[in-house]
Nanobody, 128 residues
């Protein structure tokens, strides 16, 4: 069983930065892929970034590559999402997710079927 608790949401000026954190609570050790997804009103939930604890490799959505950084903090048992150069289109509810990952199921890393555990999400607003 895995529980995920996001924090760090809020309002940020366009061009500014914000860092989200997700605390990972597990019954046992796991090498689950850890990802951030987001969903804005009227749009489907989309994958933002993923990190694989086995080798710390990462992948990003094209829309955030070069601006966002996902990182695993083993000491704090958490995964963060540092967001810089924020744009109005980055405004959304951001979710932390854990699971085998979409690739394990023959899809892409951001296929939601690959993530069994989800947090409640945090809201991010970008002010122009």
């Amino acid at each position: 069983q895995v529980q995920l608790m996001e924090s760090g949401g809020g309002s940020v000026q366009a061009g500014g930065s914000l860092t989200l954190s997700c605390e990972i609570i597990r019954d046992t050790g796991s090498s689950d892929a850890l990802a951030w997804f987001r969903q804005s009103p009227g749009k489907e939930r989309e994958g933002v970034a993923v990190v694989y604890p086995g080798d710390d490799s990462t992948d990003y959505a094209d829309s955030v590559a070069g601006r966002f950084t996902i990182a695993l903090d083993r000491a704090k048992n958490s995964v963060s999402l540092e967001m810089t150069g924020m744009k109005p289109e980055d405004a959304a509810r951001y979710y932390c997710a854990a699971g085998n990952g979409g690739i394990w199921y023959g899809g892409t890393w951001n296929d939601e079927v690959g993530y069994k555990y989800w947090g409640q999400g945090v809201q991010v607003t970008v002010v122009s």
